[in-house]
């Protein structure tokens, strides 16, 4: 069983910043591998905003690219994962899910709604 629980979510302007933290906790069974963050605005597929593979390498959406930092702390089956989000678009506006890898099963978090206003 892998539990993910995402916060810092939340209405900002134009311009302004978010941190979103996600904490995965597993049972033994298996390590968690390649972590995180997704978003999906209505009536729009859940799209990768960034992760960080097994290997540590990172990748980021082009809409995000120097403006989104995804990091991640801890080891195994425990671990946080954060999206600092700076300078964010009305664009940006969308629920945000954290995914967590262990093995070929993908777990998801239950969200958290971002939402940029002009």
């Known amino acids: 069983q892998v539990q993910l629980l995402e916060s810092g979510g939340g209405s900002v302007p134009a311009g302004g910043s978010l941190r979103l933290s996600c904490e995965i906790s597993?049972?033994?069974?298996?390590?968690?591998?390649?972590v995180g963050w997704y978003r999906q605005a209505p009536g729009k597929q859940r799209d990768l905003v960034a992760g960080?593979?097994?290997?540590?390498?990172?990748?980021?959406s082009d809409s995000v690219k120097g403006r989104f930092t995804i990091s991640r702390d801890g080891l195994y089956n425990t671990q946080t994962v954060w999206l600092q989000m700076n300078n964010l678009k009305i664009d940006d506006t969308a629920t945000y899910y954290c995914?967590?890898?262990?093995?070929?099963?993908?777990?998801w978090g239950q969200g958290t709604p971002v939402n940029v206003s002009s």
């Open positions: 960080i593979a097994t290997d540590g390498n990172v990748k980021y």
């Open positions: 995914k967590a890898e262990r093995g070929f099963t993908n777990y």
């Open positions: 597993a049972n033994i069974g298996g390590v968690i591998t390649a």
